[in-house]
């Protein structure tokens, strides 16, 4: 799986020497960040409106959980963020997942596995998108960490680039809408 530099990468590929490269967004959805994977799948051929349309989603899945921290690999966070990428349609260079393991929670009174979700995003988000977006994480999280779907609740909340901070500024700012 590969990740996509958004605004710099530490390491220059050509001469495997540490400078810092400013780009811009094309060109960060395409220059892979070498440090994450050396040899990592070419972006769809984007547009400049799907760019800016994708980097002003800005995706964030936040998980609570109780389950402890070793339950939670690097191949469930990889996993949880392409398929967060997949659901909302956008380059995974954008999709932030944060998992909370080892959390003090019950559900029903009962300290079994147990999760809460949150899924911000700018646009694809609504009625009955959130449904098929809650059918497949409800899904992954029993199936890869063995969270029934009884033992979670998630909230869908829908962001404005306004209230959205990034690169020192904010997404409105960056992409004008």
Known sequence: ???????????????GTSAVMESTLREALVAPCVSCDPA??????LTPDSEARNAATM????????????????EVLSGLSKMVSEILDISESLCMMHVLPDQLMTLGGCSEPCA??????I????VELNKKHAAKIFAFMDKHLGISKDRMFMVFHELTTSIVGHKGTTLHELYGR
Do not use: F, Q
Request: charged letters at 25%; glycine letters at 4%; proline letters at 13%.
């Open 59 to 74: 995706p964030i899945l936040e998980v609570s959980t109780n389950l402890p921290k070793e339950k939670v690999t690097p």
């Open 116 to 121: 809460v979700a949150r899924l911000s995003s």
């Open 123 to 126: 646009d694809n988000l609504g």
């Open 1 to 15: 799986m590969g990740h996509y530099i958004l605004e710099y990468c530490e390491t220059v590929p050509e001469k």
């Open 40 to 45: 990592p799948a070419p972006v769809k051929n």
